[in-house]
């Protein structure tokens, strides 16, 4: 399973860093995104980064602004985000491609949301 962390109340102008820990029970995190969810919206995708680290996408609205990351060893991956927007509140997700053992399939796996709110 994948876990988000690292939401909360922020001002505009601010940041915040998220985290995505991967479980024990996961052998290997291979790509992996972020996406965020406001209610009556559809999930959007925030970025997202290759394994190997060099193929990074971001959503039109977060570029320039939120980077993201990884660290293979330790199975996470991060969200630092910047220049806070009240339009950037709502419920971040982690998503990965994650292996349970080697040799194993992957398999799609969404985590647990942190949620995020920027006050104007």
């Known amino acids: 399973q994948l876990q988000a962390s690292g939401g909360g109340l922020v001002q505009a102008g601010g940041s915040l860093t998220l985290s995505c820990t991967a479980s024990?029970?996961?052998?290997?995190?291979?790509?992996m995104g972020w996406y965020r969810q406001t209610p009556g919206k559809m999930r959007e995708m925030v970025a997202t980064i290759s394994r190997g680290g060099k193929i990074i996408n971001y959503g039109d609205s977060v570029k320039g602004r939120f980077t993201v990351s990884r660290d293979n060893a330790k199975n996470m991956g991060f969200l630092q985000m910047t220049g806070l927007k009240p339009e950037d509140t709502a419920v971040y997700y982690c998503n990965g491609r994650v292996v349970y053992s080697a040799g194993d399939y992957e398999y799609d796996t969404w985590g647990q949301g942190t949620l995020v709110t920027v006050s104007s």
């Open positions: 024990e029970t996961i052998f290997r995190l291979n790509d």
